[in-house]
């Protein structure tokens, strides 16, 4: 939830907010449009898997720090299910190597 809050003092404003912006239908729209459709496209063309293809843009976005396209992830259920996937993967490699 975001939290403005407007206080006056000596005729100047400050403004303070917190929180993450809300994001638009049309925000995620455009965000399906540069993410899904491409991986839905790339999936078509032979050799070329959908979940791989997602493993790297996904872990690319995570070291980036992307929030825009992280919402857009955990509210689409293919994709979180792709990233539950990766994320698993992850952790049983790091154990098996630590072992």
Do not use: C
């Given at each position: 939830?975001?939290?403005?809050e407007?206080?006056?003092?000596?005729?100047?404003?400050?403004s303070?907010?917190?929180?993450?912006?809300?994001?638009t239908?049309?925000?995620?729209?455009?965000?399906?449009?540069?993410?899904?459709?491409p991986?839905?496209?790339?999936?078509?063309?032979?050799?070329?898997?959908?979940?791989?293809?997602?493993?790297?843009?996904?872990?690319?976005?995570?070291?980036?720090?992307?929030?825009?396209?992280?919402?857009?992830?955990?509210k689409?259920?293919?994709?979180?299910?792709?990233?539950?996937?990766r994320?698993?993967?992850?952790?049983?490699r790091?154990?098996?190597?630590?072992?």
């Amino acid at each position: 939830m975001k939290i403005i809050e407007k206080l006056r003092s000596d005729g100047e404003e400050w403004s303070f907010g917190a929180g993450r912006p809300k994001r638009t239908i049309f925000h995620y729209a455009q965000i399906a449009l540069l993410l899904k459709l491409p991986l839905d496209v790339a999936a078509l063309i032979p050799g070329v898997n959908k979940k791989r293809l997602f493993f790297a843009i996904d872990s690319l976005q995570s070291k980036l720090g992307l929030e825009a396209i992280n919402d857009f992830i955990i509210k689409d259920e293919e994709l979180l299910n792709y990233r539950i996937q990766r994320v698993i993967a992850e952790a049983i490699r790091q154990h098996e190597a630590a072992s």
